[in-house]
């Protein structure tokens, strides 16, 4: 994944030097590029995602889903640091609900209903291109094929900080996918 390339805001010596974004803290540039503090900073993040993932957890009624990306050791990766699903070597994507019917004990000695959480699929890099997508339950499989070149949405949040001065866009491109059925 490597780092990226941060431009100082610094007008007189405009130089880039490389930063680490797993440790970059955009609190500690917020200042435009007149160089003077308090000036409003944006930062944009640009991910370049396949078409059937979600950045963020969805819901139906008092469901939730959620997807989660891990890397080649199983380690799970943190979605804000995924820019490029290159490094991506699976895909799950989670269902959550409550389930009412049934009850557990917590630590005050209170009955709460019972929390559920499922794997509803799982994509699982096969190549450069290509993912091996399984629905459960039933394990039905299906491929999947990028098409990278081909963006088929693009999906733009913008999001205020603690930092009065630092505005956050995040722009989602979301690339074609096509599903071969086996």
Partial sequence: MGGGIAAHADARNKRKTHYDPKIWNPYNCCHSMTGAPGDPAVITDIYTVPEFYRYDTFYVADTSFVYKCYDSRDSLMDDDTVKDFAAVRYISLFKNYTDHAHTYTDKDGKKKPLPITNIVE????MGAANWMKIKYPGGKFSTLTEQ???IVRIDTFVEKYEHPNVTVV???????VSTKAR
């Fill in 122 to 125: 799982r994509m699982d890099r």
């Fill in 148 to 150: 990278r070149d081909q």
């Fill in 170 to 176: 995040s722009v989602y491109n979301y690339y074609k």
